[in-house]
């Protein structure tokens, strides 16, 4: 692909003048003939610009997981992608299945969830062809940057956190040129999460609350809009109110913090919590207070893997059929038939 130099073209101004005087006549000049682009161009507007390639990319770099799944569901395979926070090679679990070999891992996070330092020279080096980064929390910071490396597709609104998985995908499929095979793997997904419900009918009109358990507080969901509550929903699950009315961080993680003292805002029918190291899971189920919850008592409460809660609020048609798996059929079903 002649992505670079199509990129330099657009860098070099051209001036034309429409008409030339010699000697007080106007020249015989044709008027220049308006340009078109490609049939194969692709020109996408998000929250930080606007992406704009001449033909469809070859060689693509993810910052995200979202970005990751929809690139390789359809049969592109990054040559980089965002670390996985929660496997020691880096690649999420439902995404590993999926991988001949694993690309080149670009650290976008450390241990929590805290950002790391992008190295945007490693990622230069690297000659992408287009930068995808619509779920990536720091694009902000380094649109700029990594904007004269290649061009970057940013997420629809600043939040993606609340962008549906469906608008997500389809966005990433148009960049990459493969906006037809998306809706096939829409339809797919949605037929799978429709046969899923019809399966286990036993989740229908439960609520639930889910959560990050840190050594000082737990960072409980309180977005409704959260990317995450479409596809409970379609298990007839409903997001806690209690939990929704909870003030916000406003950090933009979509959560609200809860201490040990008020820990009683998190029960609900399903009381998921994933939590960074065993020693924080074991303060929090230590407390008498967290014992006294209904759904510790009535076997509600699931303590997820990382993965598990990552794998839910970052629907893809990757993640999706995992979770429907992994979290629905081997862990809430059971919670609630036990």
Known sequence: MQGHQHRAMRAI?????????????VANIPEPVPTTASEDAIVIEHAYGTLELDSPPERVVTLGLLETDVSVDLGITPIAIAKFFATPDGVAPWLAPELDEV???????????????????????????????????????????????????????????????????????????????????????????????????????????LSLGTPDQIKVMNDPADASVEVMNAFGMTFSRAAAALPGLGDGSGSAGVSEENIAALDADIVMIGYFGSDTRTFWEASTLFQELSAVKNGGYIAMDLSDSTALRNPSPLSIPYVIQ????????????G
């Open 326 to 337: 992994s979290v629905i059929v081997d862990q809430i079903v059971p919670a609630l038939q």
């Open 13 to 25: 101004a051209l001036t034309i003048s429409a008409a030339v005087t010699l000697s007080g006549c």
């Open 103 to 209: 690309p080149e891992i670009i650290d976008t996070t450390t241990t929590g969830a805290n950002g790391a330092e992008l190295d945007v020279e490693s990622i230069a080096a690297l000659n992408p062809d287009v930068i995808i980064a619509t779920t990536y929390s720091q694009l902000g910071q380094y649109y700029d940057q990594l904007s004269a490396i290649a061009p970057v597709l940013g997420p629809s609104e600043a939040n993606y956190l609340q962008l549906p998985w469906r608008d997500q995908t389809r966005a990433i499929a148009t960049a990459l040129g493969l906006s037809d095979e998306a809706e096939a793997r829409i339809d797919l997904v949605e037929k799978q999460l429709t046969t899923a419900a019809a399966e286990n009918s036993v989740t229908d009109g439960h609520d639930y609350t």
